[in-house]
Structure formats: structure tokens, C-alpha cells
């Protein structure tokens, strides 16, 4: 079963890269399930987008998008629901 985990980020450059390992480490206690991360910069002011990136290259079940100016949490939760693929979403902080 693929579980889509959807993160709207707001200057988290130093925290989405652990969010996602942290993430995937705790999911190996659950082999029945597949992840897929949807990564939303809410037009953050440092380098977030980066860090997602990296995470896209790294992982190829992780979607970065990039929102042209801060909607807010929930209109970046709306948007990424337009890009899963899972039987299940799950929201996420992203301060974890």
C-alpha cells in the first residue's frame, strides 16, 4: 500500500532533510507500505528549496513543489494533494 506523506514547509532548511529519514527509518517497522513524500515550499525566505531538491535527487519517491508566494499551510496542504499517488495521505509539520 503507498502512503503519500504531504509537507508544507516554511523555513525548514534545517529540518525537512531529517523529517524524511526520520520518516523512513520509522516506515521499515511497516514493510506492507510504500511512502511517497509531497514536499510544498510555501516561499520560504532561507533555503528550503534547496534542501528539498536534494531530497528529490536523492530519493526518487520524493515531489518537490514550489509555490510563487506564501499561501499558508493549508492552501500548501491543497496543493499537494493534487500530486499523490497513495492509497493514503498523511499531513506532516514540518518541524516534525
Same mark, same amino acid.
Given at each position: 500500500?503507498?502512503?503519500?506523506? /504531504?509537507?508544507?514547509?516554511?523555513?525548514?532548511?534545517?529540518?525537512?532533510?531529517?523529517? /524524511?529519514?526520520?520518516?523512513?527509518? &520509522?516506515? &521499515?517497522?511497516?514493510?506492507?507500505?510504500?511512502?511517497?513524500?509531497?514536499? /510544498?515550499? *510555501?516561499?520560504?525566505? *532561507?533555503?528550503? !528549496? =534547496? =534542501?528539498?531538491?536534494?531530497?528529490?535527487?536523492?530519493?526518487?519517491?520524493?515531489?518537490?513543489?514550489?509555490?510563487?508566494?506564501?499561501?499558508?499551510?493549508?492552501?500548501?496542504?491543497? =496543493? =499537494?494533494?493534487?500530486?499523490?499517488?497513495? *492509497?493514503?495521505?498523511?499531513?506532516? *509539520?514540518?518541524? !516534525?
Amino acid at each position: 500500500m503507498l502512503i503519500s506523506i /504531504v509537507v508544507p514547509c516554511y523555513n525548514s532548511e534545517h529540518t525537512i532533510e531529517e523529517l /524524511v529519514t526520520l520518516t523512513l527509518k &520509522e516506515l &521499515e517497522n511497516y514493510p506492507e507500505y510504500q511512502a511517497e513524500f509531497v514536499l /510544498v515550499n *510555501d516561499c520560504s525566505k *532561507d533555503s528550503t !528549496m =534547496a =534542501a528539498i531538491r536534494r531530497l528529490c535527487e536523492q530519493y526518487p519517491f520524493v515531489k518537490g513543489i514550489n509555490l510563487s508566494k506564501n499561501f499558508g499551510q493549508h492552501n500548501a496542504l491543497m =496543493a =499537494a494533494f493534487h500530486y499523490t499517488e497513495g *492509497d493514503l495521505i498523511v499531513g506532516m *509539520d514540518d518541524d !516534525m
